[in-house]
Structures are given as C-alpha cells and as structure tokens.
C-alpha cells in the first residue's frame, strides 16, 4: 500500500512540473526505450558487462543526492541541431544567451537569421578560444553537431552567416546518414573579420558533461569529477585527447552549459560517427583481455556524414564510466537504460526518442 501511495504521488509531481510529460512538438512515433540502442548482453558483452566498476579513483561528494523515481526516458525536449560555443570557461550566468557580448546572445536575441530546420540546442561550452582567453571581443570557434564540423572565426556580427551558411544546411538529427554537403573553408588563407571556415572535427566521438554550477551545484561538482574518471578509462586505449588535442580518432570531453533535468544529475550525452572506432561488432565475451582500436590515421579522403547517434543519459556516477566508455562511446550500446536513458538518436537505422 505503502509503495502504491509513494508510486501514485511520484507520478502526480511528474505531472505537474512537466517532468513526465513529452514536451510540445515532440514527434509522434518515438522508439521504445528497448529498440532505441542496443543494450549489453552478457551473453556476448561478457558477463561483467552490466557491474559497476570497482575500482573508481573519485567519488561524488557525501550527500550528494539526486531525483531516483522520475520516468527518464522519451521526456526531454527534441532538438534538431547542437551548436557548442568555445567560451574557455566551465560556468556562465544562469541563461548563456544572457552572457553579455557573446556569441550565444547574438544567436539567441540578437540573430536576423533564424534556424529552419528544427529546434537548435544552444551550449557554451569550455572548448579554449583561439586566443586562449575568455573575452567575448574576440572571433571564437562553434562546433555544429551532428555534423561534428569546426566554424572557426565566429563572432556575434556573422552569426547571421553562421546560422544560414552552416546550421541551416547542415545534418538534423534525424536526417539519414549520408555525405554533408555544407561549405567547406574558404579559400582565402587570410580570411577577413566577416568571413566563416570551417573544416571536421578530428574527433570519433564527444563527451559532453554538464558543469554549469549557477543551475544546480550538483552539476558543477560532478562534471569534474567524471570526466577525471572518464580520461582514465579512455587512455586505456590511447583515446583521450586534451582540450587541445587535436590528433585523429580520439574522443573529445567537454563541460557544456545547462542541458535540462539537473535533478538528475550527472546528465552526459556521447555523439559518436558511425561505428566509431570498428567495434560496435565485436562480441567482447569471446575475447580476452582490453579490446581497443587500432591507432587512428588521418584520410583526407574520408567521407564526412557527422554523428551516426547521439546517446543522452542521466543519473551518471562515478563507478558507471567504465561501462559508458568500453560500450557506450567505443561500441554505442547502453548499460542501464532503464535507469539511465533519456534518450537520443540513431541516424542510420532512422530511429529516434526526445
């Protein structure tokens, strides 16, 4: 009696902040949280694919508490395109596009020009500045997901181009796989205070961490704390890369601004191109010892088509990062969907949750 009352009073408090409700405009037909990505299998993950490492090197703080009951998956709000401004920095005032003189405000309230082909997500991200400062006088650098292109010389007078030159002609998330066809850098090595390159990232994979701390606390405790752990599972492979590090095949970790749901906090979100790394075959239970990549080399004949999935998650600890980098990141599949998933896409085989 006693759990159906605590059941039915979760869900009312779902009902009434919105939590537990698809937010506007969500499209109708979104995956089942079971077919969305694949899950592990100890079958053929190998039978440990499913524990909690024990071997962590940090721990969240005592008392650090987060929202357990809530439903997760299928209730964040759909976006079609991600733009992370490099900022150099880890937190920002409450609403980024209220950063005085950045190029987040003049994207959000400032722009002519406005995005057409869906909802943009818009993050401030501490990816460095060119100039290794963070003043908003200078050009920054945008990374646009999902098409995992570079836009370099960006600031608040161009957004306009930024937004009907790349964003619009970019990949959506649920554009099928395919070349991308938005511009590429200009030709002239000197470009003026007006003009936008752009080239891909060196990157297979992104990490992305919530940190911004003016939202919750949680989320700047945390973020920090996860990536330590996260970097030194991914130098088991040689695959962490520094903020910047930009050799070929690694995996980016950034902190980004508020993403939404901070009460389940650690929320993390892993674009990756498809079959990132080879592996998303390999049946790990046949095998023994650490499965990592072969050394990544750069082609400048490789065909850019973006991010195949984006995989969100929540509720992220320490002693889960073993899990999201050997099946997540190197292989795409999830470990605890029930508790973890929020959602996310897959462009190749065309299926989607927000």
């Known amino acids: 009696m006693a759990s159906s009352l605590k059941s039915f009073l979760n869900s009312a408090k779902q009902t009434i902040s919105g939590a537990s409700t698809p937010a506007p405009g969500t499209p109708d037909g979104n995956t089942p949280c079971k077919e969305l990505f694949p899950k592990v299998d100890p079958a053929v993950d190998g039978e440990d694919c499913d524990h909690d490492c024990d071997s962590c090197i940090v721990s969240l703080p005592k008392g650090f508490k987060i929202d357990?009951?809530?439903?997760?998956?299928?209730?964040?709000?759909?976006?079609?395109?991600?733009?992370?401004?490099?900022?150099?920095?880890?937190?920002?005032?409450?609403?980024?596009?209220?950063?005085?003189?950045?190029?987040?405000?003049?994207?959000?309230?400032?722009?002519?020009?406005?995005?057409?082909?869906?909802?943009?997500?818009?993050?401030?991200?501490?990816?460095?500045?060119?100039?290794?400062?963070?003043?908003?006088?200078?050009?920054?650098?945008?990374?646009?997901?999902?098409?995992?292109?570079?836009?370099?010389?960006?600031?608040?007078?161009?957004?306009?181009?930024?937004?009907?030159?790349?964003?619009?002609?970019?990949?959506?998330?649920?554009?099928?796989?395919?070349?991308?066809?938005?511009?590429?850098?200009?030709?002239?090595?000197?470009?003026?205070?007006?003009?936008?390159?752009?080239?891909?990232?060196?990157?297979?994979?992104?990490?992305?961490?919530?940190?911004?701390?003016?939202?919750?606390?949680?989320c700047g405790q945390s973020a920090p704390l996860l990536r330590k752990e996260l970097e030194r599972h991914l130098r088991v492979c040689g695959l962490f890369r520094d903020l910047d590090d930009e050799r070929p095949g690694g995996v980016g970790v950034y902190f980004i601004s508020h993403v939404g749901g901070h009460k389940y906090s650690a929320n993390l979100m892993v674009y990756r191109k498809e079959d990132a790394f080879g592996l998303d075959k390999i049946e790990r239970g046949k095998l023994d010892g650490e499965v990592c990549p072969p050394p990544a080399k750069p082609s400048a004949d490789e065909v850019q088509e973006g991010a195949a999935q984006c995989i969100w998650i929540a509720r992220v600890r320490p002693e889960d990062c073993e899990g999201i980098i050997k099946f997540t990141v190197l292989q795409g599949k999830v470990v605890k969907p029930e508790r973890q998933l929020r959602g996310g896409f897959d462009r190749q085989r065309g299926v989607f949750s927000w």
């Open 68 to 218: 357990e009951d809530d439903k997760l998956y299928g209730y964040v709000k759909g976006w079609s395109t991600h733009v992370l401004v490099a900022t150099g920095k880890t937190d920002w005032v409450r609403d980024v596009a209220d950063e005085k003189g950045s190029v987040m405000e003049a994207i959000d309230k400032k722009a002519d020009v406005k995005p057409s082909n869906g909802r943009l997500m818009l993050s401030a991200s501490n990816i460095p500045t060119p100039s290794h400062n963070t003043s908003y006088s200078e050009p920054t650098t945008v990374l646009l997901l999902p098409a995992f292109i570079i836009i370099e010389n960006v600031t608040p007078k161009n957004v306009n181009t930024l937004i009907s030159e790349f964003i619009n002609k970019g990949p959506t998330n649920t554009t099928p796989l395919g070349p991308i066809s938005i511009p590429t850098s200009l030709p002239d090595p000197l470009p003026t205070a007006d003009q936008l390159t752009s080239r891909p990232s060196p990157h297979r994979a992104l990490i992305l961490l919530c940190s911004q701390k003016t939202r919750d606390a949680r």
